[in-house]
């Protein structure tokens, strides 16, 4: 049975959902911006700017954890529904609790793999590169900020939790 939250965990949800907002909006329009100035120099100056290939590839990954945080604060996280299709929606959000639970330790895991693959990465990168690898930090941080979505969802049911 979900507990009713508390308010530290609205308090902390808040913040989070807060800090996801900021950082998907300013991602995307930062990769809007790299991509369309990138594609203005290339086509009338022949020219671009250094590395905004590699600066576009990881502002994709901030928007896609940062909105995932979202999603999964939502309830609009990608889900397998073959079986939800089957039952109704107050089974469906019983079933979300556990389902939430299980998902967290998935994503921790995924944190440490990638927060170890980054590491080993850090040890052998070119000290003209740092800077994308000081970007790539974006994968471990994101199945944390996972992870911490799933436990608050899976614990506490929050008062304005009208989603399916």
Same mark, same amino acid.
């Given at each position: 049975?979900?507990? &009713?939250?508390?308010? =530290?965990?609205?308090?902390?949800?808040?913040?989070?959902?807060?800090?996801? &907002?900021?950082?998907?909006?300013?991602?995307?329009?930062?990769?809007?911006?790299?991509?369309?100035?990138?594609?203005?120099?290339?086509?009338?100056?022949?020219?671009?700017?250094?590395?905004?290939?590699?600066?576009?590839?990881?502002?994709?990954?901030?928007?896609?954890?940062?909105?995932?945080?979202?999603?999964?604060?939502?309830?609009?996280?990608?889900?397998?529904?073959?079986?939800?299709?089957?039952?109704? &929606?107050?089974?469906?959000?019983?079933?979300?609790?556990?389902?939430?639970?299980?998902?967290?330790?998935?994503?921790?895991?995924?944190?440490?793999?990638?927060?170890?693959?980054?590491?080993?990465? =850090?040890?052998?990168?070119?000290?003209?590169?740092? =800077?994308?690898?000081?970007?790539?930090?974006?994968?471990?941080?994101?199945?944390?900020?996972? &992870?911490?979505?799933?436990?608050?969802?899976?614990?506490?049911?929050?008062?304005?939790?009208?989603?399916?």
């Amino acid at each position: 049975m979900l507990r &009713t939250e508390p308010a =530290w965990a609205t308090s902390l949800r808040h913040s989070l959902l807060r800090m996801d &907002t900021f950082m998907a909006g300013s991602s995307l329009l930062l990769l809007l911006l790299v991509v369309f100035g990138q594609v203005l120099l290339r086509n009338l100056f022949d020219s671009g700017i250094p590395s905004a290939d590699i600066l576009a590839r990881y502002l994709v990954l901030y928007v896609t954890f940062f909105g995932a945080a979202l999603a999964v604060e939502q309830h609009r996280h990608i889900r397998i529904d073959a079986v939800a299709a089957c039952l109704d &929606t107050e089974q469906v959000k019983r079933l979300r609790s556990p389902l939430y639970l299980l998902s967290a330790p998935v994503c921790a895991a995924l944190a440490w793999a990638a927060m170890r693959f980054w590491y080993d990465d =850090w040890q052998y990168v070119a000290e003209h590169e740092r =800077w994308a690898s000081i970007l790539a930090l974006i994968t471990p941080f994101g199945f944390c900020l996972l &992870t911490v979505h799933f436990l608050l969802g899976g614990l506490f049911s929050p008062a304005d939790d009208d989603a399916s």
